[in-house]
């Protein structure tokens, strides 16, 4: 091979390794596996769902609530409802993550495990002009629109 056919076949590579990597550096992703990086949702009832975000190491724990609220919006629009509310675990231990970031959504704890940087979110959702006036009670579109930018 010649020295420029090296050279374009080292650019190409760059090229491809450089978009793979961006592609997995995105943390706002359906999780792949068990333990993986990225968001869970399932449904429970036809107006009940439980989310889930799967952080990294290096991400802080607020990031990794916002990110599960940023889902719950998602997956309440995508059902076709209007907003939701978090419902308190039921006999689980919890901790909201350490920070007055959490604080700015609400005065309700998420269900955090800090060992393993997981937040789950079991959410009731509903349809109307307004939320319900309770903690942990959201417009998802407010919160799609403040949150998006994290993605």
């Not at 975000?53 to 998602?74: K, N, T, V, W």
Request: hydrophobic share 40%; charged share 25%.
């Amino acid at each position: 091979m010649t020295k420029g056919v090296h050279m374009r076949v080292l650019f190409a590579l760059a090229a491809v390794l450089l978009v793979a990597g961006c592609g997995s550096s995105e943390p706002y992703r359906e999780a792949k596996g068990a333990g993986g990086v990225g968001y869970t949702d399932s449904k429970v009832q036809p107006a009940r769902a439980e989310v889930g975000f799967q952080g990294d190491d290096d991400m802080a724990p607020e990031r990794i609530y916002e990110f599960a609220l940023l889902r719950a919006a998602q997956v309440t629009l995508d059902a076709g409802f209007d907003w939701f509310y978090v419902v308190p675990p039921e006999g689980a231990p919890s901790a909201a993550p350490p920070s007055p970031q959490a604080g700015r959504y609400g005065d309700f704890t998420p269900h955090y495990d800090p060992e393993q940087r997981f937040v789950t979110l079991d959410i009731a959702m509903g349809s109307g002009k307004h939320p319900p006036r309770r903690p942990g009670a959201f417009d998802a579109r407010d919160i799609r629109k403040t949150l998006e930018h994290l993605k």
